[in-house]
T-cell receptor, first 114, second 113 residues
Framework: RKEVEQDPGPFNVPEGATVAFNCTYSNSASQSFFWYRQDCRKEPKLLMSVYSSGNEDGRFTAQLNRASQYISLLIRDSKLSDSATYLCVVNIVSGAGGSYIPTFGRGTSLIVHP | DGGITQSPKYLFRKEGQNVTLSCEQNLNHDAMYWYRQDPGQGLRLIYYSQIVNDFQKGDIAEGYSVSREKKESFPLTVTSAQKNPTAFYLC????????????FGPGTRLTVT
């Protein structure tokens, strides 16, 4: 079982739609969660951090459910420019030193059409 | 402007040659990372370094080597032992603790024929 799993999609939605992605993680000791956006052939860029209490940034809402070990990203009022791959990142403890290593899901592709 | 630079953007090599990818950051970050991304795939960790003169293997370190002689620099060498070196290579850095996000360089697209 992979440590961080995402549905690869693609999610194909019309402009104005609301779309939600989930990301599950296997290690209950994980801490620090993030959503990144990656455009085709570009580097990932931070979209938002995910806090235990949930957080919102404009049309984007991120939530963490520690009991069920998943994080979610909700996008409201989708724009054409939201078309991209959304990567979840979970910091997983690794090694004898107990350091936290950022571990990526394979990403979920979103296509917003007119 | 602070940031991470990777060079070159595109790199072409013949099979059997070693090649070194550059990664430099001026963010004063302690930790640096190298990832590989194949088409339609997520990022896979090759090596990481949390402090100068120390680095650790990631999930797919075979066929790669790194050095961390300076805080700002974390070059990656793709050796001839790497079976499938053609990929998109991404370097990232972050402030030391896990609660901070990573920043990525623009990546190097390596093609080996």
């Amino acid at each position: 079982r992979k440590e961080v799993e995402q549905d690869p999609g693609p999610f194909n939605v019309p402009e104005g739609a609301t779309v939600a992605f989930n990301c599950t993680y296997s290690n209950s000791a994980s801490q620090s969660f993030f959503w990144y956006r990656q455009d085709c052939r570009k580097e990932p860029k931070l979209l938002m951090s995910v806090y235990s209490s949930g957080n919102e940034d404009g049309r984007f809402t991120a939530q963490l459910n520690r009991a069920s070990q998943y994080i979610s990203l909700l996008i409201r009022d989708s724009k054409l420019s939201d078309s991209a791959t959304y990567l979840c990142v979970v910091n997983i403890v690794s090694g004898a030193g107990g350091s936290y290593i950022p571990t990526f899901g394979r990403g979920t592709s979103l296509i917003v059409h007119p | 402007d602070g940031g991470i630079t990777q060079s070159p953007k595109y790199l072409f090599r013949k099979e059997g040659q070693n090649v070194t990818l550059s990664c430099e950051q001026n963010l004063n970050h302690d930790a640096m990372y190298w990832y590989r991304q194949d088409p339609g795939q997520g990022l896979r960790l090759i090596y990481y370094s949390q402090i100068v003169n120390d680095f650790q293997k990631g999930d797919i370190a075979e066929g790669y080597s790194v050095s961390r002689e300076k805080k700002e620099s974390f070059p990656l060498t793709v050796t001839s032992a790497q079976k499938n070196p053609t990929a998109f290579y991404l370097c990232a850095s972050r402030s030391g603790t896990a609660s901070y996000e990573q920043y990525f360089g623009p990546g190097t697209r390596l093609t080996v024929t």
